[in-house]
C-alpha cells in the first residue's frame, strides 16, 4: 500500500513536471505571436499610409490630365480659327 501512494505520488509528480514544461513552452510561444503581431499591426499602419499616398497621387494625376485635356481642347479650337482665316 505504501508503495502503491508512492508510486502514484511520483507518477502525479511526473505529470506536473510535464504540465509545467508544456506550460513555459506555450509561455514562450504566446510571447512570440504577440510580438509578431504588434509588427504585423504596424506593417498594417504603414500599408494603410501608403494606400492613402497613392490615393492623393491618383486624384492629384486626374485632376491634371483634365486640364490637360482642357488646355487641348482649347489650344485645337484656336488653332482651328487660326487655319480658317
Keep these: 500500500m505504501f508503495n502503491k501512494k508512492k508510486a ?3 507518477l ?3 505529470e506536473i513536471n510535464r504540465l509545467k514544461n508544456i ?4 509561455v514562450d510561444e504566446n510571447k ?3 510580438e509578431n503581431s504588434e509588427k504585423i499591426e504596424e ?6 499610409e501608403l494606400i492613402q499616398s497613392i490615393e492623393r ?15 487641348r481642347e482649347c489650344y485645337g479650337q484656336e488653332l482651328e480659327k487660326l487655319k480658317s482665316k
Design 23 to 26: 506550460n513555459g513552452k506555450l
Design 32 to 34: 512570440r505571436l504577440r
Design 12 to 14: 502525479l509528480y511526473a
Design 57 to 71: 497621387m491618383q486624384k492629384k494625376y486626374k485632376k491634371q490630365m483634365n486640364n490637360f485635356d482642357r488646355l
Design 43 to 48: 506593417y498594417r499602419k504603414e500599408y494603410e
Design 8 to 10: 502514484e505520488r511520483e
